[in-house]
C-alpha cells in the first residue's frame, strides 16, 4: 500500500495530510457503504507510540518530540444488516501492518466493566446485528460472552513518524489568534495597566499607577529648600554667579560687611576679596549673606525665590519619577519571578483634563509552554492573549508588590546648577 508515506509529501500548512485521510476512508469503503458514518483526522500527535489514555488530555507544546498520528471515528448507521466484525479488524490489521501501532481505542464516553475505564481493546468489539438495538457491541468483561450496544468507536493509531513544533507551528496547530511572531517565536501584546491587572489587587497602592496609569501628584512646595541650604544644593559655579550677581546689582555688601565686622583695621575689601571670603568652604558667611541679601533687596528676593522654587519643582519631579521607577523595577521582578519574558515600548504620555498625564507602556510577552501544560482548556482558535491571561489567573493569582519607596529623588545637582545658570544668569 502507498497511503503509508503519503503524510510525509502531501501534508498541508494547516496539519492535516488530506491524502492520507482519502487513503484510510478508501479502506473503509465496505462500512461506509453500509451507511456507517467514518471520519479521519490526520491532526494528531502522541507523546510516545504507546501511550496511555490520559496521555491524549495532554497539550501539545513546542520544541518536544511526538509521534505522528491518527483518529478515526465511526458511528453506527440506524440500520444494519450482516456481519462487519472481520471487515473492521481487517481493516485496523492492515494499518497496523503498514507501520502504525494502535495507540487506544474509545467508545466515547461509555463505561467498559472490561478496562474500568472508556477505552477498549480491538476483541471486545463486534459490529453485526445480533442485538436488537445496536449495529456495533462491547463485551460486559473480559472473559464474558455478553455484550452491550455502542454507537461510536474512536480508534486513535500512532505512527513511527517524530514531529516537533516551534511556537509558530504551535500557533498555526491550535489557530490561535492575537499574536506576534517575532525572532522565531510568537509573542502577545499587552497594555501595562491590563498586565498589571491581571496580578494586582484592586487594594494595593500601586493599583491606581500600574493598573490605571494614573501617579499621585507630588507637590513642589514640599521640596522647597531653605535659603540656608543652598550652598549644600548648587555647584561652585552656580553659587559664584549667584553672588557676582548680587555684588553687581545691589548694596548689601558694605553693610553686611560692616554688621558682621569683617573689614580689619578699617581697611576695604574688594568684591573680588569679599566673594572669596563668603565662598569659602571654612566658613559660614555664604548662607548668612544670601539670607541677609535676600531680606534687604527685594529684587534678590525675587530672584532666590524663583531659584527655590526651580529646585523645588525638580526635587518633587525627580522624587516622583524615582518612585514611578522602583515601583515598575518591582512589577518587572514580579513578571521574571514567574518566568515571563517580554519587551517594553516607549510610554505614551496622554494629558487628561483636570487631571495628571496617563502613561501608556505597552509590553510584549513571550510565549512559553507553561501558559498551556497543565491547562484544561480547549485551546483550538483561543487568543493567544486569551491563553495567557487565564494562565496568570489559574496558576498565580493577585500578587501585591513589596517596594521599599524611596524618601527623596535622584537629582543630579550639577545638572540642576548648569539648569539654574541657564534660566537666571
Known amino acids: 500500500m502507498k497511503w503509508i508515506k503519503l503524510y510525509e509529501d502531501f501534508e498541508d500548512d494547516d496539519g492535516i495530510d488530506y491524502a492520507l485521510e482519502e487513503e484510510i476512508l478508501d479502506l473503509f469503503a465496505t462500512m461506509i457503504d453500509e451507511d456507517f458514518e467514518v471520519t479521519v483526522n490526520t491532526k494528531i500527535y502522541f507523546p510516545s507510540r504507546v501511550g496511555k489514555p490520559s496521555d491524549l488530555n495532554q497539550s501539545i507544546l513546542s520544541d518536544k518530540e511526538y509521534f505522528k498520528g491518527m483518529m478515526i471515528d ?72 455478553s455484550y452491550y450496544p455502542i454507537n461510536n468507536i474512536r480508534v486513535y493509531l500512532s505512527s513511527d513518524v517524530k514531529i516537533s513544533f516551534s511556537p509558530k507551528e504551535l500557533a498555526i496547530f491550535y489557530n490561535w489568534r492575537n499574536y506576534i511572531e517575532k525572532d522565531d517565536t510568537i509573542w502577545i501584546e499587552i497594555e501595562e495597566g491590563e498586565l498589571a491587572g491581571l496580578f494586582i489587587p484592586d487594594n494595593s497602592d500601586y493599583y491606581g499607577y500600574l493598573v490605571d496609569g494614573k501617579f499621585p501628584p507630588y507637590y513642589s512646595e514640599y521640596y522647597r529648600p531653605k535659603i540656608s541650604e543652598l550652598s549644600n544644593i548648587l555647584n561652585k559655579e552656580c553659587l559664584s554667579k549667584l553672588v557676582d550677581y548680587i555684588l553687581q546689582n545691589t548694596d548689601t555688601m558694605e553693610r553686611f560687611i560692616e554688621e558682621n565686622d569683617l573689614s580689619k583695621d578699617s581697611l576695604t575689601i574688594s568684591k573680588s576679596q569679599f566673594k572669596d571670603i563668603i565662598l569659602s568652604p571654612r566658613t559660614y558667611y555664604l548662607s548668612k549673606f544670601l539670607k541677609f541679601s535676600y531680606d534687604e533687596d527685594h529684587d534678590i528676593t525675587k530672584l532666590i525665590d524663583n531659584i527655590i522654587m526651580t529646585i523645588g519643582d525638580r526635587f518633587s519631579i525627580d522624587h516622583r519619577e524615582t518612585n514611578k521607577k522602583e515601583i515598575n523595577e518591582a512589577f518587572q521582578r514580579l513578571l521574571k519571578k514567574y518566568n515571563i519574558s517580554f519587551e517594553k515600548s516607549d510610554p505614551i504620555f496622554i494629558m487628561v483634563s483636570g487631571d495628571d498625564d496617563i502613561n501608556h507602556i505597552n509590553y510584549k510577552i513571550k510565549y512559553n509552554d507553561d501558559w498551556i501544560v497543565d ?19 489559574d496558576t498565580i493569582g493577585t500578587v501585591d508588590l513589596n517596594v521599599r519607596l524611596s524618601d527623596y529623588g535622584d537629582t543630579d545637582y550639577n545638572e540642576l546648577s548648569n539648569d539654574i545658570i541657564s534660566e537666571y544668569f
Open 74 to 145: 465511526i458511528k453506527r448507521p440506524e440500520r444494519f444488516t450482516g456481519d462487519l466484525t472481520l471487515e473492521f479488524k481487517s481493516i485496523i490489521s492492515q494499518i497496523i501492518g503498514n507501520g502504525y501501532k494502535l495507540f487506544t481505542m474509545d467508545p466515547l464516553g461509555i463505561y467498559n466493566r472490561f478496562t474500568r475505564s472508556s477505552h477498549i481493546d480491538i476483541d471486545s468489539i463486534k459490529i453485526n446485528n445480533e442485538l436488537v438495538d445496536g449495529a456495533m457491541q462491547l463485551k460486559t468483561q473480559k472473559d464474558s460472552h
Open 375 to 393: 491547562t484544561p482548556l480547549d485551546l483550538d482558535e483561543m487568543s493567544l492573549k486569551s491563553v495567557f491571561k487565564d494562565w496568570v489567573s
